[in-house]
């Protein structure tokens, strides 16, 4: 059973820094898209960063760009989100997402609508 548990959210002020973890367990780690996503109150949720595990591929959007990375730790089967010069637009729900890599692009955000999803943590940056 795939399990996601995200952690690492917090409360800091505009221009600090977080970093966030989601630990993953019920599958074969390289065999997966993964991607962090974020909803704020009346938003729709928003595609952060996205892999593909077993190539690295990575993409960001460009709200992130230069300010977020994303990293993973194979052995530990834990993906990262070091999230630096935060601003007030970046406060929301952070969600870890994963699904099964059988073709495709992982950094295409519908394909995780039928996928695994944590629990979310909670991010909030104030100005």
């Known amino acids: 059973q795939v399990q996601l548990v995200e952690s690492g959210g917090g409360s800091v002020q505009a221009g600090g820094s977080l970093r966030l973890s989601c630990a993953a367990s019920?599958?074969?780690?390289?065999?997966?898209?993964m991607g962090w996503f974020r909803q704020a109150p009346g938003k729709e949720r928003e595609g952060v960063t996205t892999?593909?595990?077993?190539?690295?591929?990575?993409l960001y959007a460009d709200s992130v760009r230069g300010r977020f990375t994303l990293s993973q730790d194979n052995a530990k089967n834990t993906l990262y989100l070091q999230m630096n010069s935060l601003k007030p637009e970046d406060t929301a729900m952070y969600y870890c997402?994963?699904?099964?890599?059988?073709?495709?692009?992982?950094?295409?955000?519908?394909?995780?609508?039928?996928?695994?999803w944590g629990q979310g943590t909670q991010v909030t940056v104030s100005s």
């Open positions: 019920g599958y074969t780690w390289s065999s997966y898209c």
């Open positions: 892999i593909h595990l077993g190539s690295n591929s990575t």
């Open positions: 997402a994963a699904d099964f890599f059988s073709g495709g692009s992982c950094h295409a955000g519908s394909r995780y609508n039928s996928g695994h």
